[in-house]
């Protein structure tokens, strides 16, 4: 890895990280099938569904149409999920479902980012009941969501009021850069979809991370980097390396279901790398 301390003369910068199959080994949400059917929340059935998903999810089988009919169950499903309950469940099992999956060599860069001066950013189609602890526990300092509508009883109306998926993931960053001051070019970004590939044309530096089969192919065209992380890791694992403290994420676009943005990433696809790249 190459370190570089910023010029804090220079406008501010930020390192963009897409979560599941980036950062994380699985899918954030459904990791979290078997906690909301231990906690009341679906039953036997979807619980099966759900961890059938994370399968399709990990093999890479979902594409587009698949995809979408899994965010249109899901988004059914949470209806009527009080929001409380969802984020006492996510915080209870946080620490024993996500921190054994965090990748080794996404943590280092998180790490190196924050040394450099820069904002580390997770931009994902999960819920923000799940992202923003996700994103607390990796030390980020905003994330960027799926949120859904929230009704008067505090219960997920089964509405999407914002979806963090493909171009509307560019679009957040932007408008971050223009609030934050962020100069996109000399920004990063990590995702391993194809549908983030707008989301890694907005910045300067994209990495493609364990990329799926269409993303290989528009990295190469366009002379991307490719990175390979398959060493996950427990942050506690690492915390007598770590110079820098966590610190709690801001939630960009938050309020979310946990459920709705599921679909989404099941249609990312599992893949194996031809090449590996390490960043600079």
């Known amino acids: 890895m190459l370190w570089v301390v910023e010029n804090h003369s220079l406008p501010r910068t930020a390192a963009f990280f897409d979560l599941d199959k980036t950062v994380i080994a699985k899918s954030s949400t459904l990791t979290f099938g078997k906690s909301f059917y231990q906690g009341g929340l679906i039953n036997r059935r979807a619980a099966l569904r759900t961890a059938y998903a994370q399968f399709v999810f990990l093999a890479g089988g979902a594409d587009h149409d698949q995809m979408e009919r899994m965010r ?24 024993d479902l996500i921190d054994p999956i965090i990748y ?19 931009v994902s189609t999960s819920g923000a009941e799940v992202v923003e602890p996700i994103g607390e526990l990796l030390g980020a300092d905003r994330v960027v969501a799926t ?24 679009e957040a960053i932007k408008e971050l850069a223009r609030s934050e001051g962020y100069d996109l070019d000399r920004c990063y970004a990590y995702s391993d ?17 364990n990329p799926d089969r269409a993303l290989r192919k528009e990295a190469l065209a366009r002379g ?37 943005a599921t679909a989404g990433l099941v249609w990312y696809a599992s893949r194996r790398k031809a090449a590996t790249v390490y960043a600079g």
């Not at 059914?76 to 006492?88: D, H, S």
């Not at 949120?147 to 560019?170: H, I, L, N, S």
């Not at 979809?193 to 991370?209: E, F, I, K, N, R």
């Not at 490719?226 to 820098?244: A, E, H, M, Y």
């Open 193 to 209: 979809s194809a549908t983030d590939v707008p989301m890694l044309q907005s910045v300067g530096h994209p990495y493609a991370v």
């Open 104 to 122: 080794d060599e996404a943590a280092s860069l998180i790490e190196e980012h924050h040394r450099a001066g820069r904002d580390v950013v997770i």
């Open 147 to 170: 949120r859904m509508v929230v009704g008067d009883d505090g219960c997920f109306t089964g509405e999407v009021e914002y979806y963090a998926y493909g171009p509307t993931k560019a």
């Open 224 to 260: 991307w980097p490719i990175l390979d992380f398959n060493r996950p890791v427990r942050l506690k694992q690492r915390l007598p390396t770590l110079s820098v403290p966590p610190r709690p994420a801001l939630v960009v676009a938050a309020a979310v279901g946990a459920a709705a």
């Open 72 to 95: 249109k169950y899901l988004s059914a499903l949470c209806r009527g999920w009080n929001v409380q309950q969802v984020k006492e469940i996510v915080a209870e099992t946080l620490h």
